[in-house]
């Protein structure tokens, strides 16, 4: 991981969204939320490019959404 400030501040934008992911779905018995919570709690720590942070966030929101659309 890289210790320059974006990259710091796109791993706290992501880390967060996904620790609120990760608490709503152990509130509401989610395993979807949970699931995509946790890995964008991870992530971050291995992926030190902004952009390609930015990228898999989206795919794995997008992902969830399209989860949840079919009934996950």
Request: aromatic letters at 14%; a positive charge.
């Amino acid at each position: 991981m890289s210790f320059d400030a974006g990259s710091l501040f796109t791993g706290l934008i992501v880390s967060s969204i996904g620790f609120v992911l990760l608490s709503y779905g152990k509130k509401m018995s989610r395993a979807p939320h949970m699931a995509v919570g946790l890995v964008l709690m991870a992530y971050p720590y291995f992926v030190s490019s902004i952009l390609l942070s930015f990228g898999i966030a989206a795919g794995l929101l997008l992902a969830l959404w399209l989860a949840v659309r079919q009934g996950y």
